[in-house]
């Protein structure tokens, strides 16, 4: 079983996240961190309340939410947790959405949370990470880091809807960005629909 790492952090859109996370869930073994920052957000934008909860709880939570067993949990400050180490092995790495603040953390090696040293740990072991920074517009610096990352193989994928595939509602455009990010890794799904098929 594929293992791949799962970060959401506190920009808005946390939904396509967490359709990545039902969607990787079904085969795949996910290590998941969640910033308390994207809390509110969670809570505001998706009904999804985690405040409170201790680290039993919130997988449990998680899980039911993933509707999958093979779902794990961490703090963001846990730099214990086996992610923030390059010999526990992983398929990759996704943050979605990626705020300004992690996006700056990750490119520039700023280990301050542990989605942040996770993401050190995929870029040093050299494997795959994907970002989906959301922001509105994008400053000269955020743009910046994303090139800076974007030249050493990270795949920067922002939350950019399409129209071809003829979306009808929010959850169709959120699938379409989820399964864009999810194509980018290589991993399969059919929860959108492809063009010319
Ligand atoms: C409702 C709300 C929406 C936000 N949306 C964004 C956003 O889209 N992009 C962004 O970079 N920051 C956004 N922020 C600000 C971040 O949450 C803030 O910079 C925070 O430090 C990010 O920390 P984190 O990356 O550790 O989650 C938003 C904050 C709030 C309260």
Known sequence: MKKFVLAITGATGPIIGLRVLKALGRTAEVHMIISRQSFSILRDESGVDLSGENAVAM?????????SKNIYWYDEGNFEAPVASGSFRT????????SMKSLS??????????????????????????LAPREMPFSPIHLENMLKLARIGVKIAPPVIGFYHGPKTIDDMVD???????????VEHEIYKRWGK
Do not use: Q, W
Request: with cysteine; aromatic share 6%.
């Open 105 to 130: 953390g990750i490119a520039n090696g700023y280990s301050n949370s542990l989605i942040e040293r996770a993401a050190d740990v995929t870029i040093k072991e050299g494997r795959p990470l994907v």
């Open 59 to 67: 997988e449990k939570k998680i899980r039911k939410l993933a509707g």
């Open 176 to 186: 379409f960005v989820a399964g864009k990010i999810l194509d980018l890794m290589g």
């Open 91 to 98: 398929d990759g790495m996704f943050v979605i959405p990626c």
